[in-house]
């Protein structure tokens, strides 16, 4: 049985905090303790934010690019400015919204730069700088802390092509592999299957929503617990990115 719990009681993170240790005292106290084999999925907000990967616009100079923007779009020109700083290029810019690929290869809205669950009306907070690293390091910190060994996800909201609302993804993995290739297998009745690979980590990134509120500062994080996942020492998440002359949206 596959069991979603999300960890209330964690404090506002600020930079510089143990996120790890922080999870563990949390997930102790509310009487879910971490266990061997458990997939914790972390917002990527908090991570930011513990690394300090946060924004305050008034302290931003936009450049005239971005004011051009801004004034198209009727958006913050320093916002704008952030967002493009963070890309590495535009995919598409219509109906206010502003697509880019961002500097890990991601293709998302506003280059993740995200306002929800960010103290200061006026800050922001980036993707963390290197999710796959941020992700090892929590997971090498839970296993100092408590002894378990665990797969972390670091998780973020994303539209997708021709599909309303939006999901989280993994943006960020660590002790799991990401997609499960399932070529060569067998269905139910014997076909052996070609092209089936499924994006486990950002299933189980999705899955860990529904107990993580969007608007509830105290659950950004989740225990995944009973899903056997494939073991991975040197698993990234852009291993889920499509090459983009694979990509027929875009």
């Not at 280059?111 to 800050?123: F, I, L």
């Not at 002790?175 to 070609?194: A, N, S, T």
């Not at 852009?238 to 027929?248: A, H, M, Q």
Request: glycine letters at 8%.
């Amino acid at each position: 049985m596959v069991q979603i719990m999300g960890i209330e009681g964690l404090p506002i993170i600020k930079a510089g905090d143990n996120i790890a240790e922080l999870i563990c005292k949390a997930a102790e106290k509310q009487g879910t303790p971490i266990q061997d084999g458990d997939i914790i999925v972390v917002t990527h907000v908090i991570v930011s934010r513990a690394e300090g990967h946060v924004v305050n616009l008034d302290e931003v100079k936009p450049s005239t690019f971005a004011e051009n923007i801004a004034k198209l779009y009727d958006k913050d020109p320093a916002l704008v400015e952030v967002v493009l700083r963070e890309a590495k290029s535009i995919r598409r810019m219509a109906d206010g919204k502003i697509i880019t690929e961002t500097k890990h290869g991601f293709v998302c809205a506003n280059s993740g730069v995200d306002k929800s669950n960010v103290p200061g009306e006026r800050c922001v907070a980036l993707l963390p700088e290197n999710p796959d690293a941020s992700a090892d390091r929590i997971r090498r910190e839970i296993k100092r802390l408590v002894g378990c060994d665990v797969a972390v996800i670091i998780s973020d909201t994303h539209g997708r092509p021709l599909r309303e609302g939006e999901i989280n993804v993994a943006v960020g993995v660590a002790g799991l592999k990401p997609i499960r290739d399932r070529r060569g297998e067998k269905d139910l009745f014997g076909y052996v299957l070609r092209v089936k690979q499924t994006a486990v980590a950002d299933e189980l990134a999705s899955a860990a929503e529904l107990v993580i509120g969007q608007a509830d500062e105290g659950v950004p994080v989740a225990i995944i617990r009973g899903y056997k996942f494939l073991k991975s020492e040197d698993a990234r998440a852009v291993e889920l990115i499509r090459p983009r002359e694979k990509d027929l949206f875009l």
